[in-house]
């Protein structure tokens, strides 16, 4: 068994890309905690949880059946109840560490933290298997550890279609920052990386399609866009551990 950290913003998570990979991997017999900004448990995003004031064209952005249940179950769980500080958590104590996103202000925090970044720094330094998906890609670019590599992350086509599909509606609700996340991350990555935007129409996966998503793996790195590819990102990270 292994112990696995989740490092989470105090608030505005995606609530997919957080339970889908704590339900993998506690149902393979991994021990998975819980590392926030001040000690106490995290709350996602409620808008991507209930859907309540997405448009009807924006539906499509609500967390699935599935994953609301995965994520109901992980919020009872005592580790989850009982997390670290993001400065008291050190990534020696784990086996590996996974930075998920999500889309709200929430996540700036989380994004710009200098110890979320440490914790990554400290992962990546001794080589642990990490993984990220959607904006918790942005802590480890602006760390300075993807310069050079292949990665994925959120892309402009699927954070421009949010905006404009909630604009009017949820007004900078999936705006985190003006510059996009891929944008940035290509910056970070420098002249020798490479972001990868996958297939244009994105598959979802689950336990059913386990393998539907797309992952991108750069030695110990595992990278992943949007929720859709939470579940196979998880089931990779299995075979790393």
Sequence with gaps: MSRVLIILPQTDFDPTEVAFPWQVWTRAGHAVAFATE????AACDPVTLSGAGLPALARS??????????YA????DATYLQPLTWAAARAADFAALHFPGGHAPGMRAYCESAE???????AFGAHQPVSAVCHGVLPLARAGLLAG?????LTAMQENIAVALTRRALPGHYRT?????????TRHLGAKGTFERGPLIPSF?????PHAGFVVQDLRYLSGRWP???????ERMLDLL
């Design 205 to 209: 996966a689950n336990a059913a399609a």
């Design 116 to 122: 979320v970044m440490r914790l990554a720094r400290e």
């Design 38 to 41: 001040t000690g106490q448990p």
């Design 228 to 234: 859709g590819d939470a579940w196979t990102l998880a």
């Design 149 to 153: 590599r292949r990665t994925t992350a």
């Design 177 to 185: 920052y003006p510059e996009t996340v891929e944008a940035e991350v």
């Design 61 to 70: 952005l609500r967390a699935r059946g599935k994953a609301r249940e995965a």
């Design 73 to 76: 179950a992980m919020i009872g």
